[in-house]
């Protein structure tokens, strides 16, 4: 899928009420810009809609770059919390800019790092971090959840670290797996190092997924951010390498790799990795209480 060209100048067009318009990311299908808004900055996303860019795909790919984009902004527009992003002055549109078909829309401008480069750039989490993102991102999970969704890309590259306050923000509801409605995709989507097993079940996936597939994802990044190594892929060479150990190998438990964790800690994120749903949290609920437990038994500084 070939990333929509355009210019800083081609979007002042689109949407003249924004200024200070600059480029900030582009991959997959889509290029974000920042712009100022009524004095507020939000993130410009735009997404091309030609065919030919696409191979000669048919109508169906459209529809479904279409369908996508307009799951994201309407679970934007659903939940309210404060560590999901939220939905910008600019709703849902589409244009044609030198010929070629977009669509585009505005959300939130979170100002931060993403939980890749904070990793690389400060290091692991302490405990006390730890937890901060674990509540964070189970509000946001439970959030997509009251409208029966599931995020379906947990990653550290989509959750970032706010630089005012340090909260966390879950991004890009773009793959959100509705189950009261049709499939987006005619293949498993997301980010194959942070699938959930059942993820890989694309023919049972609508009544075997639900919350516990994001808490999987989530346990998988807590992980990660926690002792610095992914949990599964120790001896993997390849993507198949990696999701059969997300199918069928037991990781290491994260204290055997920081020793001063909490055992408690420790057991918490091993339960989010449970192959099986039903041997996670049966609710978020508990699972904000046993951190609450993890919490005031102390933690590292």
């Known amino acids: 899928m070939k990333v929509p060209q ?3 100048e081609q979007v002042t067009l689109v949407i003249p009420m924004a200024s200070d318009i600059q480029e900030v990311d582009r991959g997959g299908q889509k290029i974000v810009f920042s712009g100022i808004i009524d004095g507020h900055k939000y993130a410009l996303k735009f997404m091309a809609l030609n065919p030919s860019q696409v191979g000669g795909q048919t109508s169906e790919f459209l529809d479904d770059v279409t369908s996508r984009a ?9 939940c309210s919390t404060p560590y999901l992003v939220g939905m910008g002055p600019v709703g849902l549109n589409t244009t044609d ?9 505005s959300e939130e401008f979170v100002e931060g790092q993403n939980l890749r480069a904070y990793l690389q750039s400060n290091g692991v989490f302490s405990v006390p971090e730890l937890i901060r993102l674990a509540f964070h991102m189970s509000e946001a999970i439970k959030s997509i959840w009251q409208f029966s969704k599931i995020h379906r890309d947990i990653k550290p590259g989509n959750i970032m670290r706010r630089n005012d306050n340090g909260d ?17 995709s005619v293949c498993p989507v997301g980010t194959p190092l942070y699938f959930s097993p059942e993820q890989m ?8 997924m ?11 990044v807590m992980y990660e951010m926690v002792t610095g190594c992914h949990p599964f892929t120790q001896g993997a060479t390849t993507t198949w390498d990696i999701l059969g150990n997300i199918a069928n190998a037991v990781p290491q438990p994260p204290m055997a790799l920081r020793q001063e964790l909490p055992e408690k800690l420790s057991d918490v994120i091993m339960r989010l990795l449970a192959k099986r749903p039903a041997l996670r949290y ?5 699972f904000q209480r046993v951190l609450r437990e993890v919490e005031t038994e ?4």
Not at 168 to 182: P, S, T
């Open 6 to 8: 355009l210019t800083v």
């Open 70 to 78: 307009q799951r994201e902004v309407e679970t934007m527009q659903q």
């Open 97 to 105: 800019i030198a010929g070629e078909p977009i669509i585009y829309f």
């Open 168 to 184: 966390f923000v879950l991004l890009d509801m773009g793959l959100v797996f509705d189950l009261q409605d049709d499939s987006l």
């Open 201 to 208: 079940d694309f023919n049972n996936r609508r009544t075997i």
């Open 210 to 220: 639900n919350f516990r597939s994001d808490l999987f994802s989530l346990g998988t």
């Open 282 to 286: 049966r609710s978020i609920e508990l």
């Open 298 to 301: 102390g933690s590292l500084q």
